[in-house]
């Protein structure tokens, strides 16, 4: 059983936990768990502008298997209101037992609550994160992602 609850400041321990379990099954994140990374994401809890992003976690037997994290864009271009897609992750053992599209129903029925039509996001670049995303309805895979790093 799949449980899908909002990612708030009393379950960071959680989320940690998660942080670790993924690096043990796969170990190629980028980043450290370490204080800084720890006080971070504490501080976002008490940031307002945060207030606007979208973070859940899915839950199976009281453990995180799974997270997405989504913020809005809003533009000038044409006065919208959108979604970005920040992250979705599953500890590989949880894959293909329906987490991440529990947490993309999840995350699109909210964004539907808030009147945002459209997600978008950059894809990973193996084919398993393609196929999942080839399989949500009414999704296009178009453009290509960049990423600029701002020194």
Not at 82 to 108: P, T
Not at 112 to 137: C, H, M, V, W
């Amino acid at each position: 059983m799949i449980t899908i609850l909002e990612y708030t400041k009393d379950r960071i321990d959680d989320v940690i936990k998660f942080e670790q379990s993924l690096r043990l099954e796969e170990n190629f994140w980028g980043w450290e768990i370490d204080d800084a990374y720890i006080k971070s994401v504490k501080d976002s809890f008490d940031n307002p502008s945060f207030n606007d992003s979208i973070s859940l976690l899915a839950y199976v037997e009281s453990k995180v298997v799974g997270r997405i994290d989504s913020t809005m864009i809003k533009s000038r271009f044409d006065g919208s209101t959108k979604a970005y897609l920040d992250w979705i992750c599953v500890i590989k053992s949880y894959r293909h037992k329906g987490v991440a599209q529990a947490l993309m129903n999840e995350l699109l029925r909210r964004l539907k609550e808030r009147k945002i039509d459209t997600l978008i996001g950059l894809t990973a670049s193996n084919e398993e994160a393609k196929k999942f995303y080839q399989s949500i309805p009414n999704s296009i895979m178009r453009d290509i992602g960049i990423w600029i790093d701002v020194k």
